[in-house]
């Protein structure tokens, strides 16, 4: 049984930073797509940030510069360093994980996402 655990939301001022972490189980890791997505209050849920699983990335525009993206094979992991936030970016975080999949293709498994709150 795939799971995907997100950890690392909370509330961080403007200009502060956070690290999500995504910890998976039940998938052979180094062979997925892992992404991160987010879902605002009233708005549709949008791509963040992709990694492949030979280590290509892909992000969003309104994160370029600021937010980073990287996996730990060894530990089934994968983060999202994200600095310089704004309240713009204040949503549920999702990871979200394909099999050798393109970086904004349909993902096949989810978290259950994690806060994060970002006040001015």
């Known amino acids: 049984q795939v799971q995907l655990v997100e950890s690392g939301g909370g509330l961080v001022q403007a200009g502060g930073s956070l690290r999500l972490s995504c910890a998976a189980s039940?998938?052979?890791?180094?062979?997925?797509?892992m992404g991160w997505f987010r879902q605002a209050p009233g708005k549709e849920r949008e791509f963040v940030a992709a990694i492949g699983w030979t280590g290509e990335t892909d992000y969003t525009d309104s994160v370029k510069g600021r937010f980073t993206i990287s996996r730990n094979n060894a530990k089934n992991t994968v983060y999202l360093q994200m600095n310089s936030l704004t309240p713009e970016d204040t949503a549920i975080y999702y990871c979200a994980a394909q099999l050798q999949g393109v970086l904004q293709g349909k993902y096949d498994y989810w978290g259950q996402g994690t806060q994060v709150t970002v006040s001015s």
């Open positions: 039940g998938l052979t890791f180094g062979f997925y797509t």
